[in-house]
């Protein structure tokens, strides 16, 4: 059995699929984890989602932005914009089953190999959080999402307040909190204020920010966290920190990285994608 994660797959089916295929994936044999940024931008949301879905639990998925704007989508949340390639899902004849799915998926998941724990999430973690209590926080928010308030709660998703964590928060203000962080942040301050504004790589911060993995005494720190997201940042492997958004809808790679007897053990594997959009 092999464990492995693969970055933001942003529709591009055809490219997951190579993938899949050079890593030798059995279904009845490894698992993947699916680091948000299933849809949108690329060609074939719609074929992702059935893959995902045909292939039970050895492909799982949390969710990412992009996943949530189609949900949003969706339930008239949110208009989709000139560069999202969401019609294959929203006017699919299996569409109810394709949303009714991916609004079972998490923001957070964890997984224990050779006793050492992993923890992922699409874009990251504040670092007043704990691994144990992130996944509480994530937690609420999925309860909501596979809930009958999911069509209200999404209604009231954006925006960029609170911008920082206070464990008092209560309502729509501590789960769009929650989900702002999970899904969208990259940079905040060394106290954890969040800024949603800069896409930069990491090597270019604000000033005043820095990426929210290198804020010192961050909480989570302890964990291997891997995450996606931050294309401009690309592949980032270090001991603590495992980023895996290698902008394939950009004309990147599709990267997974399986490991082996332990979680520092870890190999890259990639596939070339054609680019489905232009960046900016």
């Known amino acids: 059995m092999a464990l492995y994660c693969i970055g933001d ?3 591009c089916d055809s490219a997951l699929g190579r993938l899949l295929d050079t890593v030798g994936f059995s279904a009845s044999r490894d698992t993947v984890y699916l680091l948000g940024d299933l849809v949108n931008r690329g060609p074939e949301s719609a074929a992702v ?22 949900l949003a989508a969706a339930h008239g949340a949110r208009k989709p914009s000139r ?8 006017e699919a004849q299996d569409r109810e089953a394709l949303l009714g799915w991916l609004r079972q998926q998490p923001l957070m998941r964890t997984h224990v190999h050779a006793g050492e724990r992993l923890a992922m999430v699409h874009a990251g973690l504040l670092p007043a959080w704990t691994v144990d209590e992130a996944l509480v926080l994530a937690g609420e928010v999925q309860a909501v999402l596979r809930g009958p308030g999911l069509q209200d709660f999404l ?21 769009r909190t929650i989900v702002n962080a999970m899904t969208r942040l990259r940079f905040c301050s060394p106290g954890g204020v969040m800024d949603f504004e800069s896409t930069e790589s990491a090597d270019t911060p604000p000033t005043g920010l820095m990426p929210w993995f290198d804020v010192p005494g961050r ?11 931050w ?6 492997d270090r001991s603590d920190t495992l980023a895996l958004d290698t902008g394939c809808v950009w004309g990147g790679c599709l990267s997974a990285v ?17 680019q489905a959009q232009k960046p900016g």
Request: with cysteine; aromatic share 4%; glycine share 12%.
């Open 9 to 11: 797959i942003q529709g």
């Open 49 to 70: 989602l059935r893959r995902c879905m045909a292939a039970g639990d050895a492909l799982r998925p949390l969710l990412g932005n992009h996943d949530l704007h189609l």
């Open 83 to 90: 560069k999202d390639t969401l019609a294959p899902v929203l």
């Open 155 to 175: 209604h009231q998703m954006y925006g960029n307040g609170p911008d920082r964590w206070d464990p008092a928060l209560t309502g729509m203000d501590r789960l």
């Open 219 to 229: 909480q989570a720190a302890g964990s291997l966290v891997a995450f996606g997201h």
């Open 231 to 236: 294309s401009t940042l690309g592949l980032l």
């Open 258 to 274: 399986r490991f082996g007897t332990t979680l520092a053990d870890r190999e890259l594997l990639q596939v070339h994608c054609e």
